[in-house]
């Protein structure tokens, strides 16, 4: 069974710095693209930032210039360095990989989340 698993979240003043990170474990052969999405209370789950086995990121407008994903092939880990955090961007942040495990193929998996708090 793939788990995937996110730390990192807490409160910060507008302004601050977090560093997300999500692991995932199982019976993994490979993993396709990983990404964070976030969903703020009252509103749909977003996408938030993406990055291929390769390295190539994709961003949403909202947080180009602020945040940066990466990730470590070898770990199967996958990072959000947030910076200049705004109010807006309180939110539980969801980790999101395509995961290729033994006996299950390729599936798309969800972390539970890990909950970021923009507060003064």
């Known amino acids: 069974q793939v788990q995937l698993v996110e730390s990192g979240g807490g409160v910060v003043q507008p302004g601050g710095s977090l560093r997300l990170s999500c692991a995932a474990s199982g019976n993994i052969v490979s993993i396709n693209t990983m990404a964070w999405y976030r969903q703020a209370p009252g509103k749909q789950r977003e996408s938030v930032a993406s990055?291929?086995?390769?390295?190539?990121?994709n961003y949403a407008d909202s947080v180009k210039g602020r945040f940066t994903i990466s990730r470590d092939n070898a770990k199967n880990m996958v990072y959000l360095q947030m910076n200049s955090l705004k109010f807006e961007d309180t939110a539980v942040y969801y980790c999101?990989?395509?995961?290729?495990?033994?006996?299950?193929?390729?599936?798309?998996?969800w972390g539970r989340g890990t909950q970021v708090t923009v507060s003064s």
């Open positions: 999101n990989a395509g995961v290729t495990s033994l006996g299950r193929g390729l599936r798309n998996y």
């Open positions: 990055i291929t086995r390769g390295g190539s990121t």
